[in-house]
């Protein structure tokens, strides 16, 4: 029996290592599928990384990877703070977290349009202006002024848009914000 590493990436990127003994990688990661690892583990929302690795490499292997994902999230923080300080005197709070990765790595799809066609945003307390195709960048900038207007400090992390309904032609959009 050898002592393998495996890591788990949940589905909001949160990664978790697990010492599994097993004789190979393979037999590491059928155990850890089933969840037969040093801790309990559900492993029904996660998914495992088909990459096995010694004890000793396993963390500088993640510490790569969280360096990597914090330049490039720290990247798109700028261009928001950027474009907001450039449209808005209003205190920036909002967090951008719609973004697609690659490998795990957050990719910068501001200049992206979010929702096609006339549209405006709603929030408790808010509704913007009627805006045509805005992308995510002028999304990022109603979505602050949402939360100065609900006053909701908690929720600021905007991490997608949902039509609601359209009337008259004009979609009626609402964020999705977390914590």
């Known amino acids: 029996m050898k002592t393998y590493q495996v890591e788990v990436v949940e589905k909001k990127l949160e990664r978790k290592q697990y010492t599994i003994n097993a004789k190979d990688k393979r037999e590491a990661l059928l155990k850890a599928e089933k969840g037969e690892t040093e801790f309990e583990c559900s492993l029904g929302s996660k998914e495992i990384i088909d990459r096995v690795v010694k004890v000793d490499t396993i963390k500088e292997v993640i510490k790569i990877d969280q360096d ?21 005197e209003t205190e920036i709070r909002v967090s951008y977290s719609a973004y697609k990765t690659i490998d795990d790595i957050p990719i910068d799809n501001l200049d992206e349009v979010a929702v096609e066609g006339k549209c405006f945003f709603v929030g408790h307390n808010y509704e913007s202006k009627v805006v045509k195709s805005p992308t995510w960048l002028d999304v990022c900038v109603f979505a602050n002024n949402y939360i100065q207007a609900s006053s909701d400090f908690h929720h600021i992390f905007l991490e997608d848009v949902e039509v609601s309904e359209e009337i008259d032609g004009v979609k009626k959009v609402e964020f999705w914000m977390g914590s």
């Open 68 to 88: 990597k994902y914090s330049e490039a999230a720290r990247k798109i923080d700028k261009r928001v703070d950027d474009y907001i300080s450039s449209v808005s």
